[in-house]
C-alpha cells in the first residue's frame, strides 16, 4: 500500500523559491522534516531526491513521502461496533455512542473509540494512526474527527484558523429557559481538590459558548450550543453557571430522573479540510435516548414554547 503522501505541482508565482521556505509556507516546519526524514520519510523534487536548499521552478513536481505510522503498542484493535459518517484518504469522522470512551485510561484500557478506530483501520489494512480532533465526554454521543495521519492532526491545531471547526449541540437542560439566544461568556477553571470537576473562576481559561432556544417542556428546555472555545465540560458548566443544568448530569447539579446520562450530542461538525480546503459538514441525528424524550413529551402535547411562538 501507498504511504501516506503530499504533492503540489509548483505554479509560475512560485518558480525560484528554496524548498524549505515553500514548505514552511503549507504548514510543515524544519522539526517536522526532520522527523520524517530520520524516521524513513522522503523529499522529492521531479521523482528524486532533494534536499531542503534546492531552488523550485515553475512546473516541478514537489513530493513530500512521509513515514508509515504504526499504532501504538498499547492501543489494541478492537472490533467495535463504529458509525462512519465520512470518511477520505486522511480523516475519518464517526458517531461516537453514550458511554464510550474517547480514549483508554489507566482504569479502562478496551471499550473505546480509540480501539475501535484501531481495529477498523487494521481490517481495512490502513497504516495509519489514530489521532483523535474532537474528543467528547464518555457519556457525550455525537460527532468526533479523525486524523489518519500525524500531519494532518497537526494542521487542524496550526492551521485553526483557516480550518475553523465548528461544532453545534443539541442539549436538554432541566427548568423553563428563558431566553430565545445568547452568549456565555465566563472563565473556566479546575475545580479546588478535583482532578474531573471544573468551574466558572476569575483567572480561568477563557470560555465563550453561543446558544439558542428550540423548546421548551414542563420539565426541560432543548438547546442548540456552538462553543465557541474548547475547554474541558465547558458546555456543562457553563449552562449550570446560567441555572440550568443538563438534564441527567448529576455532576454539575443535573437529575437522573429523565436520563440516565447527560443529555448532551454533537449533531453537526463543519471544517475546511486541511488539504483540499473543500468545506465538510457532517450531521449525526439525535440518539435513540433523547429523540424518545422529546418524542414523549410532543405525544403528551407538552410543548410549552418554541418553533416560532
Not at 114 to 134: D, E, M, P, Q, W
Not at 240 to 267: E, F, I, T, W
Not at 275 to 304: C, F, H, Y
Request: with cysteine; glycine share 8%; charged share 30%.
Amino acid at each position: 500500500m501507498e504511504r501516506f503522501c503530499l504533492r503540489w505541482l509548483i505554479r509560475p508565482e512560485e518558480g525560484g523559491k528554496k524548498i524549505q521556505y515553500f514548505l514552511r509556507d503549507h504548514a510543515i516546519s524544519r522539526k517536522a522534516l526532520r522527523n520524517l526524514l530520520n524516521e524513513g520519510g522522503a523529499i522529492l523534487l521531479n521523482g528524486q531526491a532533494a534536499h531542503l536548499r534546492d531552488t523550485l521552478s515553475p512546473g516541478d513536481e514537489l513530493k513530500l513521502v512521509f513515514p508509515v505510522e504504526r499504532m501504538s503498542e498499547n492501543l489494541v484493535p478492537e472490533e467495535l461496533p463504529l458509525e462512519v459518517l465520512y470518511e477520505d484518504e486522511v480523516l475519518l469522522v464517526v458517531n461516537k455512542p453514550a458511554g464510550m470512551s474517547t480514549i483508554p485510561s489507566r482504569d479502562q484500557r478496551s471499550g473505546t473509540l480509540a480501539n475501535a478506530l484501531a481495529g477498523y483501520f487494521k481490517k481495512k489494512s490502513l497504516r495509519c494512526g489514530c489521532h483523535i480532533v474532537t474528543r467528547l465526554d464518555r457519556y457525550t454521543s455525537g460527532i468526533c474527527v479523525v486524523a489518519k495521519y500525524r500531519h494532518i492532526h497537526h494542521l487542524f491545531s496550526t492551521a485553526a484558523d483557516r480550518i475553523r471547526v465548528v461544532r453545534e449541540y443539541e442539549a436538554f437542560v432541566e427548568g423553563i429557559f428563558r431566553q430565545e439566544k445568547g452568549r456565555v461568556d465566563a472563565p473556566i477553571a479546575r475545580k479546588p481538590d478535583s482532578i474531573i470537576e471544573r468551574m466558572v473562576a476569575e483567572g480561568g481559561k477563557t470560555a465563550r459558548t453561543r446558544f439558542e432556544r428550540i423548546a421548551v417542556y414542563p420539565e426541560f428546555s432543548h438547546i442548540r450550543l456552538w462553543p465557541e472555545t474548547g475547554r474541558t465540560h465547558q458546555i456543562r458548566v457553563h449552562m449550570a453557571y446560567l441555572g440550568y443544568p443538563l438534564v441527567g448530569d448529576d455532576l454539575y447539579g443535573g437529575s437522573k430522573n429523565l436520563l440516565s446520562r447527560q443529555a448532551l450530542h454533537c449533531g453537526k461538525v463543519s471544517f475546511k479540510h486541511p488539504i483540499t480546503d473543500e468545506t465538510i459538514v457532517v450531521r449525526a441525528k439525535l440518539p435513540d435516548d433523547m429523540s424518545e424524550l422529546i418524542a414523549s413529551q410532543e405525544k403528551a402535547g407538552n410543548r410549552l414554547a418554541g418553533d416560532g411562538e
